[in-house]
C-alpha cells in the first residue's frame, strides 16, 4: 500500500452520489453483490450442470499441461488485439470453435456482453439493414442497439404473428435478435419457425446462445446446430460465463462478419485482449462440457423433477397456491411470480416477494427476488437457477418453502 494520505471525493460530488442512491433504496430494489453464503443449496448461479461446484472445472485446468503453452501462461495479452495483444492460441482456439458449433469463422471476446456490443455496433455500420429483436432480448443487445444509433424495432415476446408483421414492414435487409433460451423466463425461442420467417423475407437470424450452449446441441454445441444447414444464420454468440463456469464468450459467423466485427466493433477495438490464462481455462471447459452427458441427464432429471412437483402442486389448489405462478420449462430456468390479482399495488408485489426469498433463505434455499428495472413491474420474481447437482428433496424444499412463505406473509399482513 502507498503511505500517502487518503484524499475523499469532493464533497459536491458526494452529496449528489448519496442523494441518488438514497432514492433508489427507497425504491425498495437496491442492488448489492452478493455470494452464495456457506451451507446453502444453491438455486440461483447460472453453474447449470455443476462444473465448477463439483470441482470438475478445477481439477481439469489443474490437469491441464500449462507448461506446455509459451510463456507468461498467467499474464495479459499486453494490448488490443489491433495493436499487439493478438495471440496464437486465440487464432488457433477460434478455429476449434468455428468447427465445433458450426460456423465458418469464430471471434473472441472477453464476456458476452463484449460480443453482444461488437456484433450490433459492427452490424450498424451497414446503411441497408434493420434490426428487429424480441422484446425480451437481453440487455447487452438493447445496450448494442443504442450505441449503435442504427434503426431497431421489437416484436412481442416469441410472437411468430407479430415478427412477420414487423418483416412485412421492413424497406431493408432484416436482421432479427433471439436468445435461443431467455434468461429471466427460461422459455426457448421457437428457431425453427423463426428461421422459417427470416429466410422468407431474405434477412438474417442472429441468435444468444448463452443460456443454451453447453446444455443444447450435440456435446453442448447449442442450439443453432440443428439450424445451420438450412441457411440464414448471421451470426451465434456462445458465452462462458454460464454452463461452462468460465470465463468469456466467442461470436461464430461468416468470415466476412467477423472481419466487420474487428474492424467496427466497439467493444472489441477498444479493449485489451483475453489473456492466455482465460484462453487456457476455455479450452479447458471445452474438454470437459464435451465429457458431460452424465450431467446433462442429471440436469434434464432435475427440470422434469421441478415440473413434476410444480404440477403437483398445482393439483392441490391451495389459496397459497393460487396467489402464485410458476413455470414449467424445459430449460433450466424457472420463475416464481405473484398472481396480479392476489396484489394490490407493485409494493405489495415486492413485500411478498422479498419475503418468500427470506424464507427460503433462512431454510438455507439460495434464492434471489429479481425486481424492476431488471424486468419489467409486473414481471418480477424469484429466478430460480436448476442444476445437475439439486435433488429432488431440495426442489420439493423450495415449492414447499414458497407456499410457507406466501402464508407467513399473508398472516403478518
Not at 466485427?261 to 471445452?286: D, E, K, P
Not at 393439483?315 to 416464481?336: H, M, R
Amino acid at each position: 500500500m502507498l503511505d500517502r494520505e487518503t484524499k475523499n471525493t469532493p464533497a459536491p460530488l458526494d452529496a449528489l452520489v448519496t442523494e441518488r442512491l438514497k432514492a433508489q433504496e427507497e425504491t425498495g430494489v437496491y442492488r448489492r453483490l452478493r455470494a452464495i453464503p456457506e451451507g446453502h443449496v444453491d438455486f440461483a448461479s447460472n453453474d447449470y450442470l455443476g462444473l465448477i461446484q463439483s470441482g470438475a472445472l478445477e481439477a481439469a485446468f489443474r490437469a491441464h499441461p500449462l507448461h506446455a503453452h509459451p510463456h507468461h501462461v498467467h499474464s495479459g495479452a499486453g494490448g488490443s488485439r489491433l495493436i499487439s495483444g493478438e495471440l496464437p492460441e486465440a487464432a488457433s482456439f477460434e478455429r476449434e470453435l468455428a468447427e465445433f458449433h458450426g460456423g465458418e469463422s469464430a471471434l473472441i471476446f472477453s464476456s458476452g456482453y463484449d460480443a453482444n456490443l461488437a456484433l450490433i455496433t459492427a452490424l450498424g455500420q451497414l446503411g441497408g439493414v434493420q434490426m428487429i429483436y424480441d422484446e425480451k432480448i437481453h440487455a447487452s443487445m438493447r445496450d448494442g442497439f443504442r450505441l449503435a444509433r442504427c434503426r431497431s424495432a421489437h416484436f412481442r415476446h416469441n410472437s411468430l404473428r407479430d415478427l412477420e408483421a414487423h418483416l412485412e414492414r421492413s424497406e431493408k435487409i432484416p436482421l432479427v435478435f433471439v436468445e435461443s433460451t431467455y434468461s429471466m423466463d427460461g422459455d426457448c425461442a421457437p428457431l425453427p419457425e423463426i428461421q422459417a420467417l427470416v429466410l422468407r423475407f431474405g434477412g438474417s437470424l442472429i441468435i444468444d446462445e448463452a443460456h443454451s450452449t453447453g446444455i443444447s446441441g450435440e456435446m453442448g454445441c447449442g442450439r443453432t446446430s440443428e439450424l445451420l444447414g438450412n441457411g440464414g444464420i448471421g451470426a451465434a454468440i456462445h458465452t462462458w460465463g454460464k454452463a461452462f463456469g468460465s470465463q468469456g464468450a466467442v461470436v461464430c459467423c461468416s468470415s466476412p462478419l467477423r472481419e466487420l466485427m474487428v474492424n467496427f466493433g466497439r467493444s472489441f477495438i477498444y479493449t485489451t485482449g483475453i489473456s492466455r490464462l482465460h484462453l487456457s481455462g476455455a479450452r479447458v471447459a471445452y474438454r470437459v462440457i464435451q465429457q458431460a452427458e452424465e450431467a446433462r441427464r442429471a440436469l434434464a432429471q432435475t427440470i422434469s423433477t421441478w415440473n413434476r412437483e410444480v404440477a403437483a402442486a398445482l393439483s392441490g389448489a391451495s389459496s397459497e397456491v393460487q396467489a402464485i405462478e410458476f413455470s414449467q420449462n424445459e430449460s433450466p430456468i424457472q420463475y416464481i411470480r405473484v398472481r396480479s390479482e392476489a396484489v394490490s399495488s407493485g409494493e405489495e408485489r415486492r413485500t411478498l416477494l422479498k419475503g418468500v426469498a427470506e424464507h427460503l433463505l433462512q431454510d438455507t434455499l439460495y434464492v434471489v427476488p429479481i425486481f424492476h428495472p431488471t424486468v419489467s413491474h409486473t414481471e418480477e420474481m424469484i429466478r430460480i437457477s436448476l442444476h445437475a447437482f439439486n435433488s429432488e428433496d431440495e426442489v420439493k424444499r423450495v415449492l414447499n418453502g414458497v407456499q410457507e412463505g406466501v402464508r407467513q406473509e399473508k398472516n403478518e399482513t
